[in-house]
């Protein structure tokens, strides 16, 4: 079985400062996990992956994120928040390789950026 | 990247009524599609895999006469929302599997549908 647990439901960050968005994961097999954003009415967009290659990994808009297995956490940063970075962002795992397997997603995590 | 539509956006039945929703792949095939489930400040919940020409697989506890699934062609899937009830009030999103291009889930915009 697997689960993911996303720290915060609302998030709230100044442009420009740091963003972090957490993440941790429970799997009973090597994890495959998943990063995406959703603006305000349209769909999930992937913003980065880990599938076991590099443990930092670096996605779409300036985000990145490193898989931690000792801490069981796959976080979320970017350095330097902008206003277009506010939407909601889920986290996902999934036991297979690439995006197409079942995926099970996290509660989400309402990114907002203050000026 | 790829772009998947739903249809409706919105939609606003009364009890007991049947509800279709569309999902369609715009520029690339899908032979593989998901439907989710979302509940307020909850996680999107798998409800079913779909696959072109063949049976839907639903998940456990997704009643598969009370959400009918049909995918008919490479770029449409719809839900079918049978005998509606106010518990079947959700958003609904769907997912289609584009195999080309790192085999990727591409979502639709969500469908918010409420039963009165």
């Known amino acids: 079985a697997q689960s993911v647990t996303q720290l915060g439901s609302h998030v709230s960050v100044s442009e420009g400062a740091l963003v972090l968005l957490r993440c941790n994961y429970s799997s009973s097999v090597p994890p495959y996990l998943f990063w995406y954003v959703q603006y305000p009415n349209q769909g999930l967009q992937l913003l980065l992956k880990y599938t076991s290659a590099a443990t930092l990994v670096k996605g779409i808009n300036g985000f990145e994120a490193e898989f931690k297995k000792s801490e069981t956490s796959f976080h979320l940063t970017k350095p330097s928040a902008h206003m277009r970075d506010a939407a909601e962002y889920f986290c996902a795992v999934s036991p297979n390789t690439g995006t197409a397997s079942k995926l099970t997603f996290g509660t989400g995590t309402r990114l907002q950026v203050t000026l | 990247g790829a772009v998947v539509s739903q249809h409706p956006s919105r939609v606003i039945c009364k009890s007991g009524t049947s509800v279709k929703i569309e999902c369609r792949s715009l520029d690339f095939q899908a032979t593989t599609m998901f439907w989710y489930r979302q509940f307020p400040k909850k996680s999107l919940m798998l409800m079913a895999t779909?696959?072109?020409?063949?049976?839907?697989?639903?998940e456990q506890g997704v009643e598969k006469d009370k959400f009918l699934i049909n995918h008919a062609s490479l770029t449409l899937s719809t839900l079918t929302v049978t005998s509606a009830h106010p518990e079947d009030s959700s958003f609904y999103i769907c997912?289609?599997?584009?195999?080309?291009?790192?085999?990727?889930?591409?979502f639709g915009p969500g469908t918010r549908l409420t039963v009165l």
């Open positions: 997912s289609a599997r584009d195999q080309g291009v790192g085999d990727t889930q591409y």
């Open positions: 779909s696959n072109e020409g063949s049976k839907a697989t639903y």
